[in-house]
């Protein structure tokens, strides 16, 4: 598995999966989650509505995988991050477990190539540094890291960029 690193919009990343940093209720929000389904056209909406219907909301960790709709990635990954509540291991396990399953369901549907925001650091929150630390590793110790080829991490500002950069070097 080669780890990339791009600054950027994640919704223009054409990879076979681009994951969404969503919440509970899977129909949508603001951030990254707003731009994916504003770009993707409302065939996501209409795919998170019927896992809803089908099993209920998503919990925080947990994952759900859809078509990209109108996106040029083949499918988009939701996923729910921990809003920050301060520090606890709890909150760093459950933005962990984000990682793991989204990785998780890539495998099962013979994903590739996947694109990762920077879960939780926005609207949520959770300290950059530390979920940089945590997605970083999570991904790094993987136990099937193998069975996929390429993990890119999508930072849209600057200082998750940097973050980013001084963890992966160029
Ligand atoms: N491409 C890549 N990254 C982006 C983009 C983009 N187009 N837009 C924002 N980011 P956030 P959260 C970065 O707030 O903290 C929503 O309302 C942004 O700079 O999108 O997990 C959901 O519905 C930040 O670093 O997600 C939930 O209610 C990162 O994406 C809630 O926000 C995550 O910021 C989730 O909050």
Redesign the pocket.
């Known amino acids: 598995m080669t780890i990339e690193l791009i600054k950027?919009?994640?919704?223009t990343i054409k990879a076979d999966a681009i994951v969404n940093?969503?919440?509970s209720s899977l129909l949508?929000?603001?951030?990254?989650?707003?731009?994916i389904h504003r770009k993707g056209g409302k065939a996501i909406l209409a795919a998170c509505v019927a896992i809803r219907n089908k099993q209920g909301q998503c919990k925080t960790g947990n994952a759900v995988i859809t078509t990209a709709g109108n996106l040029p990635a083949k499918y988009v990954i939701h996923t729910v991050?921990p809003v920050w509540t301060g520090e606890s291991e709890q909150n760093s396990a459950l933005l962990a477990d984000c990682y793991r399953n989204s990785l998780i369901l890539a495998i099962e549907n013979d994903v590739k190539i996947i694109a990762f925001?920077?879960?939780?650091?926005?609207?949520?929150?959770?300290p950059k540094d530390k979920a940089a630390d945590i997605a970083i590793n999570t991904v790094n110790n993987f136990a099937q890291k193998e069975r996929i080829e390429k993990v890119i991490f999508?930072?849209?500002?600057e200082e998750?960029y940097d973050l980013y950069l001084q963890r992966l070097g160029r």
Do not use: E
């Open positions: 950027g919009d994640i919704t940093a969503a919440n949508g929000g603001g951030g990254v989650d707003g731009a991050g925001p920077n879960i939780s650091t926005g609207i949520y929150h959770f999508v930072c849209f500002d998750n």
